[in-house]
C-alpha cells in the first residue's frame, strides 16, 4: 500500500494525480455496484435453472368438427409454436431491423452500448435507442420491470445484462428467437408471433409473406403506433424501413425491396372474443361446460385452467353448416322484423315523429 501511495505521490502534475485516482475510486465503485445486482442486494436473479423450466401462459383454442378455429379462452392471447413454424422472412426482418449482430454476440451488443451512451450522454438525442439485444428484450419479457422509475432505470437493465448472459448459456440462437416471439406484445392484448398473425392476417405464422412479416415486426417498436388497424400510414412507413432493413443486410435484393415497398398495405383482422365470430352462444356453453369439466379434474388431482394452459379443445360444430345457419337467421329475422312493425302500422311507439310529439307534450 506504501508503494502504490508513493507511486501515486510521483505522479506530476497534481491535477492528473487526483483525477487518476478519481477515476480509480469510480472503477471501483462501478465495480461494486455490479457486484452488488449480481449477488442480489437489488433483487435475486433468475437462476439457469428457472430459466430452463420457464412455461408461458397460453391461450385455450376452441375448434369445430372440422377443425375450423372459431374461438379462444384467455387471459393473453398467445399461442407458442415452435422455431421450423416460423416463416423465413420473419426471422430475417426481426433480425434486420431489432439485431443486426445477433449471431455475433453472446448476450450483449457492447459496440452497440457505447453508440448509444455516446449519442445520448454527449450529443444528447433522444432517439439513440436502447441498445437492447433480443436476448435482453427476452429477458425483459420474461421477467418484466415491476417499477417504471428513472431511479431503476440503470438497475433493471443490468439485471437484463446478467439475465441474457445466462439465456445464451442456457439457449441455442434458434431458442432465443422463438421464445422471444413467443413472449413479445404486439398490442390487442395479442401476445407471441402466431396470435398476432391469426389477428392481423388470419393466417399461421409460418404462412407470412415478406411485406406481412414485416409489418408484424415493425410494430415491435411501438404497438399502438404502429398498429396497422389503428395508423396503417405510420404501420407502411414502418414496414418499409423494415424491408429497407433488410436489404442492407443482404437478405433481400434492391430490387425485391422496391418491389415489396410498392405494395400496398393489407390486413384481414380478425379478433377473438367472446361476443364476436361464430356461435358465440355455443363458445360460451363450451366454456361453462369446460370449467365445470376442469372443476372435476382438480377433485382427481389433475389441475386444467382454460384461459392459461393451452388445451386445444374440438367441439360438435360444424363450421359450414354454421355459417349457412346463420345466414339463413339473419334472411329470417328481416322477414319478421317486417311483420313485426307493419302490425304497429302508424301507430309504431319508435316512430320518430311521435317521439317528438311525445317529447313536447310532456314537457
Do not use: C
Request: proline share 4%.
Amino acid at each position: 500500500m506504501k508503494n502504490l501511495l508513493s507511486l501515486f505521490g510521483r505522479i506530476k502534475p497534481a491535477p492528473l494525480r487526483y483525477g487518476l485516482l478519481g477515476l480509480i475510486t469510480l472503477a471501483g465503485l462501478l465495480l461494486l455496484f455490479l457486484v452488488s445486482i449480481y449477488a442480489g442486494a437489488w433483487g435475486k436473479l433468475p437462476s439457469k435453472e428457472a430459466l430452463s423450466n420457464f412455461r408461458y401462459q397460453r391461450a385455450s383454442e376452441v375448434y369445430t368438427a372440422d377443425s375450423v378455429l372459431i374461438g379462444k379462452y384467455y387471459l393473453f392471447d398467445r399461442q407458442p409454436i415452435g422455431y421450423s413454424e416460423l416463416a423465413p422472412p420473419l426471422i430475417k426482418s426481426l433480425i434486420a431491423i431489432e439485431d443486426e449482430r445477433f449471431y455475433r454476440h453472446s448476450g450483449i451488443d457492447y459496440p452497440s452500448l457505447l453508440r448509444v451512451a455516446f449519442k445520448t450522454i454527449l450529443l444528447q438525442e433522444q432517439s439513440a435507442g436502447g441498445g437492447s439485444t433480443l436476448t435482453q428484450q427476452l429477458a425483459k419479457n420474461l421477467y418484466p420491470r415491476k417499477e417504471r422509475k428513472k431511479t431503476n432505470l440503470v438497475v433493471d437493465k443490468v439485471k437484463e445484462m446478467f439475465i441474457a448472459k445466462r439465456l445464451e448459456e442456457q439457449f441455442s440462437k434458434e431458442d432465443i428467437i422463438m421464445h422471444y416471439l413467443n413472449t413479445v406484445s404486439f398490442g390487442d392484448n395479442t401476445f407471441g408471433v402466431e396470435s398476432a398473425s391469426l389477428r392481423f392476417f388470419d393466417k399461421h405464422a409460418s404462412q407470412l409473406k415478406i411485406e406481412e412479416a414485416a409489418t408484424l415486426v415493425g410494430m415491435l417498436k411501438a404497438t399502438y403506433t404502429y398498429n396497422p388497424r389503428l395508423f396503417p400510414k405510420n404501420s407502411l412507413a414502418r414496414r418499409n424501413l423494415v424491408l429497407q432493413s433488410m436489404e442492407n443486410n443482404d437478405f433481400i435484393s434492391t430490387a425485391e425491396m422496391d418491389s415489396l415497398k410498392t405494395l400496398p398495405l393489407v390486413i384481414d383482422y380478425k379478433e377473438f372474443d367472446y361476443n364476436s365470430g361464430v356461435a358465440p352462444y355455443f363458445r360460451e356453453e363450451v366454456r361453462k361446460q369446460m370449467i365445470r369439466w376442469s372443476d372435476e379434474q382438480s377433485e382427481k388431482g389433475k389441475n386444467y385452467n382454460i384461459y392459461t394452459d393451452g388445451l386445444k379443445i374440438y367441439t360438435t360444430l360444424n363450421h359450414k353448416m354454421q355459417l349457412m345457419a346463420e345466414a339463413a337467421m339473419k334472411v329470417h329475422m328481416k322477414s319478421l322484423q317486417k311483420q313485426f312493425e307493419a302490425g304497429y302500422g302508424k301507430n309504431a311507439p319508435w316512430n320518430r315523429k311521435r317521439i317528438l310529439e311525445r317529447a313536447v307534450h310532456n314537457t
